[in-house]
């Protein structure tokens, strides 16, 4: 499969798609004699995992790290799921500073007239 159908397909970008064969996440993408790149099934599972690793906010080092662990073989298996176990907790940490920010922003809206008015005015000066 060409690259505007891989990137038709899983809807990515053909730039996101070298980009992830520059940085490793896609190292082994076969090319036809004239230099085009041709995705076999392999290629294609590859992508699938990536894009679904960065729905889950997974980060690109991570993905990297993981995928470099995943070239290795099984003996990293209880490296690669300590990684998932690492971005599930820096994940649970940005929604719990989002939940923060969220309630901030509720007080100040519930308290705008007094709050943000004031403050507001006070800049002014």
């Given at each position: 499969?060409?690259?505007?159908?891989?990137?038709?397909?899983?809807?990515?970008?053909?730039?996101?798609?070298?980009?992830?064969?520059?940085?490793?996440?896609?190292?082994?993408?076969?090319?036809?004699?004239?230099?085009?790149?041709?995705?076999?099934?392999?290629?294609?599972?590859?992508?699938?995992?990536?894009?679904?690793?960065?729905?889950?906010n997974?980060?690109?080092?991570?993905?990297?790290?993981?995928m470099?662990?995943?070239?290795?073989?099984?003996k990293?298996?209880?490296?690669?799921?300590?990684?998932?176990?690492?971005?599930?907790?820096?994940?649970?940490?940005?929604?719990?500073?989002?939940?923060?920010?969220?309630?901030?922003?509720?007080?100040?809206?519930?308290?705008?007239?007094?709050?943000?008015?004031?403050?507001?005015?006070?800049?002014?000066?």
């Amino acid at each position: 499969m060409r690259i505007a159908e891989v990137s038709q397909k899983y809807d990515i970008s053909a730039d996101t798609l070298r980009y992830y064969e520059r940085i490793g996440l896609l190292p082994h993408i076969r090319r036809t004699s004239s230099g085009v790149r041709d995705y076999g099934q392999a290629d294609l599972a590859r992508v699938e995992f990536i894009k679904c690793m960065r729905s889950a906010n997974v980060s690109i080092e991570a993905l990297t790290e993981y995928m470099q662990l995943f070239e290795r073989g099984d003996k990293t298996l209880a490296l690669r799921k300590q990684l998932l176990e690492n971005q599930r907790d820096v994940l649970r940490d940005r929604i719990a500073e989002m939940e923060e920010g969220l309630k901030l922003l509720d007080y100040k809206i519930a308290h705008y007239d007094d709050l943000i008015v004031a403050a507001e005015r006070n800049m002014q000066q």
